[in-house]
Structure formats: C-alpha cells, structure tokens
C-alpha cells in the first residue's frame, strides 16, 4: 500500500468512530423538531426543553450521586486490593490480577442479570440503591486496580522499610510515604470509575427499583418512542461531563489515566 | 526484630474487602444463576418449587431460539472479521507510524470508549434511520428514490457494533506490533524481502496474539451487547442478549431466562476456545 493512500484510509476510519458523536452533539443545536441535515439553523432551544425536564434533571442527579459513591467505594477497595497485588500477593500475584479483572472479562449482560437474581434471593431487592451501587462497583472495580497498580510499580518498598525503622506506624506509612507517591494512579482511577459508573447502562437497566433511573436510562427509554433534539442535547451534556473531567484530569492534573 | 503477630494477617486485610466483594456478589450469583436455569417455572412468581431440565428441553425443541442464537453468533462473527479488516491498518499505523499522527490518532481511538454507548447508538440511529442523514442526503442529491433500509435489520446492528467495539480490536493489536522488534522487519528487508513479504512472514504472524486477544474481545462483546442492537434493531431484528433481557423485564420468566442467557454463554465460549486452540496451532506451524 502506498503511503497516502494508507494515510487516508486512517483517516476515513478516525472520521467512521467519530462520526455517530459529532451527529449527536451538532444535532442538539439544531432548530426544527426533526432532526436533519445539516440542521435548519442554530438553537439552544432543546437545552431549554432539558434544563425544564424535571425527568432528566432527576435522572442526572440520581447519576451523579451513583457515580460519587461507587467512585469513594471503589476508590477504597481497589487500591487497598492494588497494594495487596503489588507488595505482598508473592505466587497468588495472577490470580488476584485475573480476578481482579473479571468483572471487565465477564460479559455485563450476564453479571447483571446474575446480581438481580441473587439481590432478590438473599431479599435485598431493587428498592435501595444497594444492588445497583454494587453492580457499579463491581464493573469499575477493575479500572481502580489497573491505575493503581501500574503507579505502584515503580514503588520501592525499601522507602516503607526506611519510614518503619524511624518509627513510623502502618497508617503513618500509608499516608505519608505510599499515598503522595501513588496519588495519580489514585486519582486517575477514581475519576475513570466515575465516568463508567455515569456511562454504565445494562447493570443499571436490570437493578433499577421501580420509578428509578439513571440518566442513561432515562435516554434509553425515551429514545424508544420520541425522536426530538431534546435527546441530542441531552447527550451533548453528558459527553461535555465526561469530557470535561478527562481534560482536567489530563492537562491541569497532569494524570496519565490508563483505560485498558 | 520482633514480628508482631498481626503483621501476617495484615496484608490480608487488604485484599479482604475486595475478596468479599467479588465472593459474594460476583462468585455466588453466577452459581445462583446455574441452579436458577434448573428451576421450575413459576405461577405468578419468578420461579416455582422443585428443579426440572424443562427450561433447557424448552429452549432446544423451539426453533426459534436455536435459530436466533444462530443469527447472534453470526452477527458476533461478521463483527469481529469486519473490525480485525478494518482496525488491523490502523493498529499498524499507530504503532509504526509517523509519531505527530500517533498521538492525535491514539486519542481518537480511545476517545469514543468514553462517550456512554446509548449515546453512541442513538448517533447511529440518527444517521442510519430511514429519516437519517444519509438516506435524506441520497434523496435529496436524486440517488435514490426511497429511503434504503439501513435501520431495524442486522446490517445497521453490525454497522453500530463494529463502530462500538473497533477500539476494542485497534488497542491489543497495536500494543502487539509496538512489542515486535523493528529490527527483525528491517532484517527481512535487507536479505531482500519485499515490504509485502515482510509483512507477511513477520509481522502478521509476530502480532497473531494481538489478533487473537481483539478477536476473541469483540466477538464476546459483541454476543452481550443489549443496546445497540435494542436500540438499531428495534422491534424488527432481536439478537439473543436483548430476547434475555426481554423475557426477563418484561415476562419475568426468571429460570428460562438464565437458561437461554447460559446457552448463549456457553456457545460463545465454545466458539471462543476453538478460535484460541486454531490460533495457537497457527502460531506453532
């Protein structure tokens, strides 16, 4: 293959995973009730529509209070099962990585409807927020881990040894050599738990209780039967959200997040 | 130095939540879902009293559902071969290629991981629909007469999941090919090789666990996707995961329910350990 040739079909399948993102937020701006285009002039009308819709409102307070807890939640016990993998896991070191990671590797559709049966058997139920904080936990559990113990690596344990012989405790250790050195894998961890934990849909579609939803099932629903803009401005908020906080994270933090 | 008593239980400690974690709400529930597949059905319940092999009778004496796993794995196989044509340039350019164009595209890729997926779907539907831009804009330049069914049939479910997973297959290969040494292409190069030679004799084969790992990714990912192909298939086309979902939410057939959500896992992992044993004798020969 020639070089500009391979160049432009880089480029034409670049444009292919963008393309279905940049329609969604270029029609949120669109004026007319139908979605077409290019769009029949520029509007902020549907963000007013949105901003008005106690509904969606509702649903991005539910998501953003989800987010918050699995974030804190997983946050704690990814990076404590983080410092258990790097420093003293010894020959069970691939499997704690495999299990670890196996919420990622199951398929979502099953580990959901397995936790909704089981929170019903041990009469848990979907009326508390119980079972749905634990599916996010579970699904984000694994990107916590991954950022923490990639920061953790180049972690001497001979600085913990130095602190403990001048008489630092366990958590004095913790919070004052460990925790500064590991903090952008933290972080870095937590913000990408919270932005699964917003985006998830399937394990929150199958745990919701009933009159409960999250923004993206809130979009889901109403994509079912409406096809107005209000959907694609919706949408756009939500991408800005994510956006947003991979950007800060990114530049102003200076955080190298891995995703994979 | 004396060794406190706790310090060998300490570690432990923090594996410990983490371990409950998973027990129990990750192990136990994917065994309560098997003894759930054996269940009797319900009257007015999710299940009834008693076990039976009923769900399992049922699910093979309806041809229906055989004949929609079918169409699952086959829409899963169109999608991974599509993805591994389509990313497999990509991967190597990322990998191999001028270093200004690497970091943007990396990011490109990796940027529509973050966007929610029914958000990513909903922007197929806006393109795909028979509304949609492309069929308005066909129309519109005299193309063609009516709108082309591109929406609520397999071929617009494959479109919208390659488009959902292709990062999926672009990411193992590229760190596949980063790992390969270039000097080993740049030898082949000097004994005479042509690039295509190259290509073929040493870099295809050296990334195969790369090919192997996307492959093997998007396909499961693919069998288990609920949105996209709710949202593009509609009412029209079902694939298994969403008949599950359905029959669940709506019918609250709980034991047949985990017994097609079974059989579809277990033919996908039988597909999934052929493919792994047929790329591992690949890779021996």
């Known amino acids: 293959m020639s070089k500009p040739f391979f160049t432009v079909y880089c480029l034409i399948i670049y444009a292919f995973l963008l393309a279905p993102i940049a329609v969604v937020v270029i029609a949120s701006f669109n004026a007319g009730a139908f979605l077409t285009f290019p769009p029949q002039g520029l509007s902020f009308r549907w963000y007013l529509v949105f901003f008005n ?7 991005i307070r539910t998501s953003l209070w989800i987010a918050t807890l699995t974030m804190v939640i997983s946050g704690i016990i990814g990076t404590m099962a983080a410092m258990f993998y790097v420093t003293h896991a010894g020959k069970l070191k691939e499997t704690v990585r495999v299990a670890m990671l196996a919420p990622l590797l199951l398929p979502e559709v099953l580990t959901a409807i397995s936790l909704l049966f089981f929170v019903y058997s ?39 040894l130095a602190a403990q012989s001048l008489g630092a405790g366990r958590f004095t250790r913790f919070r004052r050599i460990m925790l500064p050195l590991i903090k952008p894998g933290v972080i870095g961890g937590c913000l990408f738990a919270f932005i699964i934990s917003f985006d998830v849909f399937t394990i929150s579609f199958m745990l919701k209780g009933v009159g409960m939803s999250t923004l993206p099932i809130q979009l ?8 107005t803009p209000e959907a694609a401005a919706v949408s756009t908020c939500s991408i800005v959200l994510t956006m947003a906080v991979v950007v800060i994270s990114e530049k102003v933090l200076g955080l190298r997040i891995h995703r994979f | 130095m004396i060794v406190p008593p706790r310090k060998r239980f300490g570690p432990l400690l923090l594996i410990a939540p983490a371990a409950i974690l998973l027990g129990v709400f990750l192990v136990l529930p994917y065994l309560n879902i098997v003894v759930m597949s054996f269940r009797m059905p319900g009257q007015g ?29 086959w829409i899963g196989f169109l999608t991974t071969f599509i993805c591994l044509v389509l990313g497999y340039p990509v991967a190597w350019q990322l990998a191999r290629g001028a270093s200004t164009f690497r970091a943007l595209g990396y990011a490109l890729v990796l940027s529509p991981l973050l966007v929610g997926i029914v958000i990513r779907s909903y922007g ?3 393109l795909l629909g028979n509304n949609g831009i492309i069929n308005r804009t066909l129309t519109g330049w005299g193309l063609i007469d009516g709108p082309l069914p591109l929406m609520y049939n397999a071929l617009g479910i494959i479109i919208a999941l390659v488009h ?60 288990s996707a609920y949105v996209t192909p709710s949202l593009i298939g509609g009412l029209r086309v079902k694939t298994m995961a969403v008949t599950v979902v359905d029959a669940l939410i709506d019918t609250f057939q709980w034991p047949f329910g985990s017994a097609l959500a079974l059989m579809l896992s277990v ?8 493919f792994g044993r047929l790329t591992v004798m690949k890779w021996k020969a």
């Open chain 1, 53 to 59: 819709n106690e509904v969606f409102m509702r649903a």
């Open chain 1, 122 to 160: 041990v009469g848990l139920g979907t009326q508390n927020l119980v079972g749905m904080i634990v599916g996010h936990v579970l699904i984000t559990l694994p990107f916590v881990f991954i950022n923490v113990s990639a920061s953790m690596e180049s972690y001497d344990p001979a600085w913990s």
């Open chain 1, 220 to 227: 889901f629903d109403y994509l079912r039967t409406n096809f």
């Open chain 2, 45 to 73: 319940t999710p299940y009834g009293p008693g076990f039976t092999l009923g769900n399992y009778g049922k699910f093979f004496s309806d041809f229906f559902y055989v004949q929609q796993v079918i169409n699952t794995l």
């Open chain 2, 124 to 126: 197929w539907t806006i």
């Open chain 2, 164 to 223: 959902v997973f292709l990062p999926f297959m672009i990411l193992p290969i590229m760190s596949a090919i980063q790992g390969i040494d270039p000097s080993l292409e740049a030898a082949a190069r000097s004994l005479g090789a042509s690039k295509v030679t190259s290509f073929r004799r040493i870099t295809l084969p050296l990334s195969l666990p790369g090919i192997q790992a996307g492959c093997i990714l998007v396909f499961v990912l693919s069998l």
């Open chain 2, 267 to 274: 033919t996908g992992a039988i597909f999934v350990v052929i």
